[in-house]
């Protein structure tokens, strides 16, 4: 549907048919805030996706309409900087990257949109980067390698975007495989594409609605946290390089030597990347009810240790705790706000949704938002 709109868009702005791509959304099973430490995620690209129409122009502009903000937006390739909060940054931040690798972006035009809720956690912005590093290189035949955009992608949200991303996002998007998770390894970028059928049950991702202001200064700053006890950590093995490197018994070996808070950034991450490994075997042996029990565990860390989770994403998870029918509940992405993602009895979605409803609605004032979500692959042509 979005892809019919973008093509009769495109035709009516710019007069000619373009060429489509698409790169989805992500969630994130199990393993979060591990990426930027050297760790472990297990991701899923999603069935919500941005679609970019692109065409070459004979200028030396990019002139783009996003169908979503009903906005144009046109800048120049020989000179142009972020703007902050603008989408158009994102389309600038890829644009830059390419460049600075030495390919030739030449003008283009471009229509865009697609259906994954911004600020839900989702990764709306990798989707974006994706699919345009994706279209600008299909169109100009630059043939860039999946691992080189994925990178360019991150790049440009870390010096466009400003944030400090590690590599999940981008990757999910890319590599996304039908029906499977890929459990990730983030220093290595190796990878194993899990495959995950549920015939009983559904991945229910529950929207709080909230948006934090805050969210990209606090995630830099956990950034800078983890990075203060890998530092500490050096001073008794220079061979530290990051998280992924230490264990429990060296955290306490610095205890003294970083703040409480510190030491319980490090504590989450070290056990949560034991908990992706974990999940893994369990879901190997298709125990869902142990995959569930990690993902409670996940939550509890993100929200006491972590300190990324807020009221409403608690409740929600809270909520499921003691309900049979659910197997599985925690806070997704960067946190402060966004969604839970939940392992949930099929025959049992509807009566939950309307459970939640309520219960949040008379606690907080807003209706959250559900989005059952099915497993697809990855960035490519439409
Ligand atoms: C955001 C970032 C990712 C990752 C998650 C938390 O989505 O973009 O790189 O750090 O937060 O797991």
New binding site residues.
């Given amino acids: 549907m979005i892809t019919e709109k973008i093509r009769s868009v495109f035709l009516q702005t710019f007069g000619e048919s373009p060429l489509l791509c698409h790169s989805p959304g992500r969630i994130?099973l199990i393993?979060?805030?591990?990426?930027?430490n050297g760790g472990y995620?297990m991701p899923a690209a999603i069935d919500k996706k941005m679609v970019v129409g692109i065409a070459s122009n004979d200028g030396n502009q990019g002139r783009i309409h996003s169908i979503d903000f009903d906005e144009d937006f046109t800048f120049d390739l020989s000179s142009f900087s972020p703007k902050k909060g603008h989408w158009g940054t994102y389309i600038m931040g890829v644009v830059a990257q390419f460049q600075q690798a030495g390919y030739p972006v030449k003008g283009f035009d471009m229509v865009f949109g697609g259906d994954i809720p911004v600020g839900a956690?989702l990764?709306s912005s990798?989707a974006l980067e994706c699919a345009v590093g994706f279209a600008l290189s299909e169109l100009f035949h630059f043939e860039i390698p999946q691992r080189s955009l994925i990178h360019y992608a991150q790049k440009a949200?870390h010096v466009f975007a400003g944030?400090q991303?590690?590599?999940?996002?981008q990757f999910a998007s890319v590599m996304g495989k039908k029906d499977h998770v890929i459990r990730l390894d983030c220093r290595s970028l190796d990878y194993r594409h899990f495959p995950l059928v549920l015939p009983h049950h559904s991945i229910l991702l529950i929207d709080t609605q909230v948006k934090h202001s805050l969210a990209d200064s606090a995630?830099n700053q956990r950034r800078l946290e983890c990075q203060e006890g890998v530092i500490a950590a050096q001073k008794i093995n220079p061979e530290i390089q990051s998280l992924r490197d230490m264990d429990l018994g060296i955290l306490a070996s610095i205890q003294h030597e970083v703040s409480d808070i510190v030491f319980n950034r490090c504590k989450y991450i070290i056990e949560e990347n034991e908990r992706v490994l974990t999940a893994s075997t369990l879901l190997d042996n298709n125990d869902l009810e142990g995959f569930g029990e990690k993902m409670y565990g996940s939550h509890e860390g993100l929200s006491k240790l972590y300190e990324v989770s807020c009221d409403e994403l608690d409740f929600l998870v809270d909520f499921t705790k003691d309900l049979p029918y659910v197997l599985g509940s925690r806070m997704m992405?960067?946190?402060f706000g966004g969604c839970t993602i939940n392992i949930v009895e099929k025959e049992n979605v509807p009566s939950l949704q309307q459970e939640i409803e309520t219960a949040f609605e008379s606690k907080f004032g807003v209706n959250p938002k559900f989005y059952e979500v099915s497993l697809e692959d990855g960035t490519g042509l439409v």
């Fill in positions: 994130n393993g979060e805030h591990t990426d930027y995620v956690g990764s990798a949200e944030v991303c590690g590599i999940m996002d995630y992405g960067g946190g």
